[in-house]
């Protein structure tokens, strides 16, 4: 098996990205429904209140046609959503702390790594050589 160097910090950041993003998604789904949905009611107001001739009706036909379409899409897209929403509630209410607490716990034990001393044990003479130049003096 190969040893190959694992950065769990990226992943985990990744991870918590994109549940930011699929979060955000949501929220704009919402938003641009709620858009479309005054949208029409726009339209269906003037057309409630409007009398308007063949051109116009068909004007207005197209419209709503193509308000209703859009609509779909938001709420096809919304259900999806649907299917990881309990996920995302447990993300909102804890899973995200947790992984913003561990990014920075590995950011730590990363900075320790970079900083930790090595005590020299019975190669003593050796200590000039150390790159970190931070090695703690042997116990004789």
């Known amino acids: ?24 998604d949501i929220s704009n789904l919402h938003n641009e429904l ?3 949905d005054k949208k029409e009611q726009d339209l269906l107001h003037i057309i409630e209140n409007v009398k308007a001739n063949a ?6 036909y197209k419209q709503l046609h193509e308000i209703r379409n859009e609509r ?5 897209r919304l259900e999806e959503a649907k299917e990881i929403r ?20 590995l950011e730590k034990v990363r900075e320790d790594h970079e900083q930790r001393p090595y005590k020299l044990k019975v190669l003593t003479h050796l200590q000039p050589y150390n790159k970190r130049n931070k090695v703690v003096e042997a116990i004789s």
Not at 1 to 24: G, H, P, W
Not at 72 to 76: A, E, L, P, Q
Not at 86 to 95: L, Q
């Open 1 to 24: 098996m190969q040893n190959r160097k694992v950065d769990y910090r990226l992943k985990l950041k990744t991870a918590l990205d994109s549940l930011k993003d699929i979060q955000d």
């Open 86 to 105: 309990d996920f995302m509630n447990a993300f909102k209410s804890g899973t995200r702390n947790t992984m913003e607490r561990k990014i920075k716990s």
């Open 34 to 36: 709620s858009l479309v």
């Open 72 to 76: 779909r899409d938001i709420k096809n």
């Open 55 to 60: 051109s116009e009706g068909f004007s207005f």
